[in-house]
T-cell receptor, first 115, second 115 residues
Framework: AQKITQTQPGMFVQEKEAVTLDCTYD???????LFWYKQPSSGEMIFLIY??????QNATEGRYSLNFQKARKSANLVISASQLGDSAMYFC????????????FGDGTTLTVKP | SAVISQKPSRDICQRGTSLTIQCQVD?????MFWYRQQPGQSLTLIAT?????????ESGFVIDKFPISRPNLTFSTLTVSNMSPEDSSIYLC????????????FGQGTRLTVV
């Protein structure tokens, strides 16, 4: 079974609107971290936001927030007030305490922001 | 944070030859990883580069094909040996410190085309 599932290959959003990118994960490790990365067409991987499995509150970083629902094993990324520069591929990733620091990535979601 | 210099940024190689990719980090890091990414697709972990010892390879990747060196905490190389067109991909170096909450940093990637 896939450890990280991103079910939306592509998403469109109107500029200035909010958008939610879905991510579900599968682990039996009680200690893990969830990450979101942005990969523009230039190819660089940019870290956006982190959520720890024991964190009580949802993470926020500027226009990015993470809707963490532990019981449902979901960690959706919410981007508010979308900008044209947000058009990119977005990856959800997980690091498990028992997995030697390695990250497992989802298949990614390509977000296109329309003017 | 960590700044990673990855070289070369791209190359076109003849089948049967080998290419060595370098990853230089501006600070000492605990963990170094090598990933492969087909354009528009997810990242697949090749191996964990271990300082002063043999790398730890993921299923489907072997040392004879992808020899890795890591002589110190700031430098690693990945060699793609006896290349075939199927090796055409983007190769990414990634680093992080120990700890679930520490994000991974990525090099700009090496875009390899085998003809």
């Amino acid at each position: 079974a896939q450890k990280i599932t991103q079910t939306q290959p592509g998403m469109f959003v109107q500029e200035k609107e909010a958008v939610t990118l879905d991510c579900t994960y599968d682990t039996s490790d009680p200690s893990y971290g969830l990450f979101w990365y942005k990969q523009p067409s230039s190819g660089e991987m940019i870290f956006l936001i982190y959520q720890g499995s024991y964190d009580q509150q949802n993470a926020t970083e500027g226009r990015y927030s993470l809707n963490f629902q532990k019981a449902r094993k979901s960690a959706n990324l919410v981007i508010s007030a979308s900008q044209l520069g947000d058009s990119a591929m977005y990856f959800c990733a997980m690091r498990e305490n028992t997995n030697a620091g390695k990250s497992t990535f989802g298949d990614g979601t390509t977000l296109t922001v329309k003017p | 944070s960590a700044v990673i210099s990855q070289k070369p940024s791209r190359d076109i190689c003849q089948r049967g030859t080998s290419l060595t990719i370098q990853c230089q980090v501006d600070s000492q890091v605990t963990m170094m990883f090598w990933y492969r990414q087909q354009p528009g697709q997810s990242l697949t972990l090749i191996a964990t580069a271990n300082q002063g010892s043999e790398a730890t390879y993921e299923s489907g990747f072997v040392i004879d094909k992808f020899p890795i060196s890591r002589p110190n905490l700031t430098f690693s190389t990945l060699t793609v040996s006896n290349m075939s067109p199927e090796d055409s991909s983007i190769y990414l170096c990634s680093v992080s410190q120990v700890g679930l909450g520490t994000e991974a940093f990525f090099g700009q990637g090496t875009r390899l085309t085998v003809v």
